[in-house]
């Protein structure tokens, strides 16, 4: 477990798991944990109203996942602020503001990829969260929307949010989002990828504290960016290939200790399932964050057959897990 007391509290950034609604949950960042212990890992977007007003622990994580990082949904300066205060309070080593998600119902809440139309609102934002907080303060944003697509749009941006707000990292999904007739899927596909925009932010304002997202499959690809930008964030291959992580310490970070085989990490999973299954959760509810673990490997098919058939029935324990574990053939050592 690490937090941030050692380390310069803008060093967290080098390399994320990004925020993704519906499965980067604790079950999947504990999970993502055990593969690397450097990765800074966000939660799932959680809106102001959601802490403020709804039933349940929206904050509740384990000490194991620090580094963590919460992003919230909202645009109401005070909310914002109310809710970065609990993430500090809580134990959060950062908090993160979501100004790229173009769906209907957070552009309804006028929050998401609709605020880069509205820096001066995202600047008071994040001045109102910093006055109340030690831990950092950023934003994920995305290169444009709609027809506002330059470059100095995205400049006039940072410039804003970061002169006025004080915002000193920022996150760039390196694509625009359309807000209007893309599905948020299809605005994670469809506008073009363009990192240079992304560079030359990280150029045009050296003091600030850029990463890259959008597109990045490979930790190769990571360091590639690293020459041009301070982090690297990565969604999609990170969820449905884990293994990546593997090597993310050792590649990205200078350990040297030995990279982890899939089955222990497997194994290391058991004791945290025993105890969440002793409190209540379903089985079902965190094998589904592992089901990519053997991608490509032998024994993939039946490990993934095997855990969805038979983690969510009712009473399935832990010997689920390990029967699925039972098909990777052994001789293969992974
Ligand atoms: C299932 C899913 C849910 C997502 N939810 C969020 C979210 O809550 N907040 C956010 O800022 N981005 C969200 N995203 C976008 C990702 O954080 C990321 O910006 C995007 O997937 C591009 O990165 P990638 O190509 O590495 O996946 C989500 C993406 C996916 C696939």
């Known amino acids: 477990m690490k937090n941030n007391s050692n380390t310069n509290k803008f060093e967290l950034c080098r390399f994320s ?16 944990r055990l593969l690397s212990s450097e990765a800074l890992l966000y939660t799932e977007m959680v809106t ?27 645009s ?37 990829a609709c605020l880069m139309a509205e820096p001066e609102l995202v600047a008071e934002c994040v001045a109102e969260m910093k006055s109340v ?16 697509d330059s470059y100095e749009f995205l400049t006039d941006f940072i410039s804003t949010v970061s002169e006025k707000g004080g915002c000193e990292q920022f996150t760039i999904h390196a694509r625009k989002a359309w807000l209007t007739g893309l599905s948020p899927k299809e605005n994670r596909e469809i506008p073009p990828l363009d990192y240079d925009r992304a560079y030359q932010i990280k150029r045009d304002f050296p003091n600030l504290v850029i990463a890259v997202n959008g597109g990045v499959k490979t930790l190769d690809e990571s360091i590639e960016h690293l020459n041009h930008l301070d982090g690297v964030m990565i969604g999609r291959e990170a969820y ?50 592992m089901i990519g673990l053997f991608q490509s490997m032998p024994g993939a098919r039946q490990w993934r057959r095997y855990i969805s058939e038979n983690a969510h029935k009712p009473g399935a324990g832990i010997e689920v897990v390990e029967a699925a574990l039972a098909k990777i053939p052994k001789e293969l050592n992974v």
């Open 48 to 74: 102001t109203g959601a802490i403020i007003h709804g039933k349940g622990d929206f904050l509740k994580y384990s000490e194991e996942e620090h580094p963590i990082a919460l992003q919230l949904g909202g």
């Open 17 to 32: 798991v990004a925020p993704m609604l519906d499965w980067t949950d604790r079950h999947c960042r504990y999970f993502h």
């Open 133 to 148: 907080v030690d831990i950092p303060v950023t934003v994920k944003t995305r290169i444009g929307i709609d027809d506002q």
């Open 240 to 289: 449905q290939n884990p293994y990546m992580l593997a090597e993310v310490d050792q590649k990205l970070f200078g350990s040297e200790a030995p990279i982890k085989k899939r089955s222990q990490v497997v194994e290391e999973m058991y004791p945290y399932i025993e105890q969440q299954l002793a409190n209540g959760s379903y089985l079902g509810h965190i094998t589904r964050h």
């Open 76 to 112: 109401n300066a005070k909310d914002l602020a109310h809710c970065a205060k609990l993430a500090q309070e809580r134990g959060y080593d950062e908090v993160n503001l979501n100004v790229g998600c173009p769906s209907d119902r957070v552009q309804n809440g006028r929050f998401g």
